[in-house]
């Protein structure tokens, strides 16, 4: 199933309520503290970043990203979470759900990081069965393991989920296009001068080449490379990357800064279009908030276009590639409410229309924002129609909610979307709390989560792969279910399908180029 070789180079990132073990837990897993700071040490809380490196049973190596809990440093968490693959959550059985854990998830869904395992910590001095239900109310369809830093207790059950969570995940870091580098932190070095850190997203850096530091366009020289510790002549994509730089003193870069070739196109930029989803509650038509990008963040204000589609008006320049995450978070009271993809990372400033509508929705749909000259009339018709009046996201009616429900009481076995009201079923999919699996049948997520889990769980007792009659019987459900589940599954790429299998995809399947064997170690 997996094609051996090299594996993708993947980041762990941890998220969880202030005092729920997270750096408790990293330091049982791996040895390493990653509260360093004198003040992190004496308050008992995590302010900074932390790295670490983790071993996984296989012999696989994840790069790990400790990040703070507390509510004033949800910034530095968004920060932390966006370069990573996997996400560790901690709940403390103590405790329970707390609000950090639902905003740190919230972030997670924003960051379109999906696949991770939830450890319920302090199953020492607690009992961790409420925690675990809640846990996975909250993230369904995440693996919940109860666990105790303290004793050791199911910490080899952990280390296998995630062996479990990596074997799922592919790097979202891209070797062949531009170069980038999100800055996380900057420091001296005495005798080697500026280094800086952070997530290699794409593309790779040589040692000698010359950089260039957005949004600024100051240049720096690359003096010296190291992943986890050993110097490299040159850096891959999906690496945590140290850079010592010459020509640029530390007072001139900053996290949030990004590395780039000097020849880079990617340009800082006051205006974004981008398609975002909010979980808590939909912004005001102008709103002023928060938006995250990178490791760098800046006040905008949200201007709706129709649909899903917005244009952020930022107050500071942020230097976005199209297709890149974004954060949306309130100002006050601090608190996520959604996120989102950049569509168009340079449109001149306009509102809502139907021009704005039709190109903004070929770009979400992967497509050049012009369609080909020749095709243009026939093609423009259907989604003229479909666009002539978007519908303003509202707060979900009482009928949608009531159509939620049934869509989640009914499990793997919904009502076919005759029996239920159209408009309902958009709204739903608009926020995001119904999944159009084939074309006359909704999923509810959290039934959707739940078979992907059991999906995988049977493939791996089946030799990685699952066939139709297998999914049927580990489902109890019938073969028209289970097929049209498994085909979404195909089309989501969870699975591929081989004949009559269905083979759980993997990572390793596309090696990045030049990743030496045993490297995804944060670099410290
Ligand atoms: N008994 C027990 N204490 C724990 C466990 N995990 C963490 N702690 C304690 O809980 C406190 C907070 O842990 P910490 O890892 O700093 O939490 P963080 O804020 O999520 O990083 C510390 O005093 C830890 O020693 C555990 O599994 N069992
Ligand atoms: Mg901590």
Not at 167 to 192: C, K, N, Q
């Amino acid at each position: 199933m997996t094609e051996g070789g090299t594996a993708d180079p993947l980041t762990l990132g941890t998220a969880g309520h202030i005092d729920h073990g997270k750096t408790a837990l990293i330091r049982a897993l791996t040895g390493t503290d990653t509260d360093r700071l004198p003040e992190e040490r004496a308050r008992g809380i995590s302010i900074e970043l932390g790295y670490a490196s983790l071993t996984l049973p296989s012999g696989r190596r994840l790069s790990v990203v400790d990040v703070p809990g507390h509510e004033r440093f949800v910034r530095t968490m968004v920060a932390g979470a966006t370069g990573i693959d996997l996400y560790l959550m901690t709940v403390a059985a103590d405790d329970g759900v707390m609000p950090q854990t639902r905003e740190h998830a919230r972030v997670l869904r924003a960051l379109d990081v999906t696949t991770g395992v939830v450890a319920v910590t302090k199953s020492d001095p607690a009992d961790p069965e409420i925690a675990m239900i809640e846990a996975s109310e909250l993230i369904p369809g995440a693996e919940v393991v109860a666990v105790s830093s303290e004793t050791g207790y199911g910490l080899d059950e952990l280390r296998a989920a995630l062996e479990r969570a990596a074997s799922l995940e592919r790097s979202r870091a891209d070797a062949t296009s531009a170069t980038r580098l999100h800055i996380d932190r900057v420091f001296t070095i005495r005798g080697a001068g500026t280094v800086v850190t952070g997530t290699l997203w794409s593309g790779a850096i040589a040692r000698g080449e010359e950089l260039v530091v957005l949004p600024r366009g100051v240049r720096a020289r690359v003096r010296g490379l190291q992943i986890h510790e050993r110097p490299v002549q040159e850096a891959p994509a999906g690496q945590r990357v140290a850079v010592n730089l010459t020509g640029i003193a530390v007072a001139d870069i900053a996290r949030g800064d990004v590395l780039a070739r000097a020849a880079s196109q990617l340009r800082p930029t006051y205006l974004i279009d981008a398609q975002l989803r909010f979980d808590e509650r939909e912004p005001e038509h102008h709103e002023r908030v928060q938006i995250h990008h990178g490791t760098r963040e800046a006040p905008a204000r949200l201007a709706w276009l129709g649909g899903s589609f917005w244009q952020i008006r930022l107050e500071q320049q942020l230097v976005p590639a199209a297709a890149d995450h974004l954060v949306v978070r309130q100002i006050a009271p601090p608190d996520t409410l959604g996120g989102g993809v950049v569509l168009d990372p340079h449109p001149r400033k306009h509102g809502p229309g139907r021009d704005a509508l039709v190109r903004l929705e070929r770009l979400a749909r992967g497509e050049p924002p012009e369609p080909p000259r020749e095709a243009e009339s026939s093609a423009l018709r259907p989604r003229r129609r479909a666009v002539a009046a978007p519908p303003r996201p509202e707060p979900l009616s009482p009928s949608a909610l009531a159509t939620e429900q049934r869509l989640r009481e009914a499990g793997f076995e919904p009502p076919l979307d005759s029996e239920l009201d159209p408009g309902d079923l958009a709204a739903l999919r608009a926020a995001g709390r119904a999944i159009r699996v084939s074309k006359n049948l909704h999923y509810h997520p959290e039934a959707i989560g739940e078979v992907r889990r059991r999906v995988i769980a049977a493939a791996e007792r089946h030799g990685g792969a699952v066939t139709l009659a297998q999914v049927r019987d580990e489902l109890s459900t019938s073969r028209k279910f289970a097929q049209a589940l498994l085909e979404h599954l195909d089309a989501s790429k969870v699975t591929i399908r081989r004949g009559d299998e269905h083979v759980v995809r993997a990572a390793g399947t596309r090696p990045v180029p030049g990743a030496p064997a045993g490297y995804a170690r944060g670099v410290d």
